[in-house]
T-cell receptor, first 118, second 109 residues
Framework: DTEVTQTPKHLVMGMTNKKSLKCEQH?????MYWYKQKAKKPPELMFV???????INESVPSRFSPECPNSSLLNLHLHALQPEDSALYLC?????????????????FGNGTRLTVT | QKEVEQNSGPLSVPEGAIASLNCTYS??????FFWYRQYSGKSPELIMF????GDKEDGRFTAQLNKASQYVSLLIRDSQPSDSATYLC?????????FGKGNQVVVIP
């Protein structure tokens, strides 16, 4: 079992739907991440939050909207998605260390949400 | 040039043998390197991390880092069928964790 919990495990949504993915960790990590993974491909970084502030947005389309309500929670709001957005969405967390080693801690992944857009 | 490269194709090893996986990285400023194991349909699971040149052993796994050659490797000793998975090499560079494309390992009983 992972210490990063993602819900739901599976999600099927239409292109006009609005849905949210949720992620929770209680390891005291102050960095949280969203990754997207297509079949037989490595995870692709979408967003990074450090100390609850968005620090990296990898030019993700605006139909994906992240939110970090507090240090334990991370959401990904979905709206007007396309079928090609179907993928495994992974949340991860890590410790933060003072620069320059700020991002050097291992990432711990949740079990992911398998998203299908119809 | 990709940040992290894993160029080997699927690796088939007999049960009990050593599986060897290799990875190169392009950012000389990278300081931290990770190996993740991913079973089909599951999320990546951290199995090793290494920060210093040399070898680091954890059970049946040994990670090796050579910063001068920008090279990271993973050895799996006494391979078991449960080791059959995709192994992802990852390195921190440009303030983000970059993954290689992964290597599939198949352990044949």
């Amino acid at each position: 079992d992972t210490e990063v919990t993602q819900t739901p495990k599976h999600l099927v949504m239409g292109m006009t739907n609005k849905k949210s993915l949720k992620c929770e960790q209680h390891m005291g990590h102050r960095a949280m991440y969203w990754y997207k993974q297509k079949a037989k491909k490595p995870p692709e970084l979408m967003f990074v939050y450090s100390y609850e502030k968005l620090s990296i947005n990898e030019s993700v389309p605006s139909r994906f909207s992240p939110e970090c309500p507090n240090s334990s929670l991370l959401n990904l709001h979905l709206h007007a998605l396309q079928p090609e957005d179907s993928a495994l969405y992974l949340c991860a967390s890590s410790q933060l260390r003072p620069a320059p080693r700020a991002y050097n801690s291992p990432l711990h992944f949740g079990n992911g949400t398998r998203l299908t857009v119809t | 040039q990709k940040e992290v490269e894993q160029n080997s194709g699927p690796l088939s090893v007999p049960e009990g043998a050593i599986a060897s996986l290799n990875c190169t990285y392009s950012d000389r400023g990278s300081q931290s390197f990770f190996w993740y194991r991913q079973y089909s349909g599951k999320s990546p699971e951290l199995i090793m991390f290494i920060y210093s040149n040399g070898d680091k052993e954890d059970g049946r796994f040994t990670a090796q880092l050579n910063k001068a050659s920008q090279y990271v490797s993973l050895l799996i000793r006494d391979s078991q069928p449960s080791d059959s998975a995709t192994y992802l090499c990852a390195a921190y560079g440009n303030n983000r964790l970059a993954f290689g494309k992964g290597n599939q390992v198949v352990v044949i009983p």
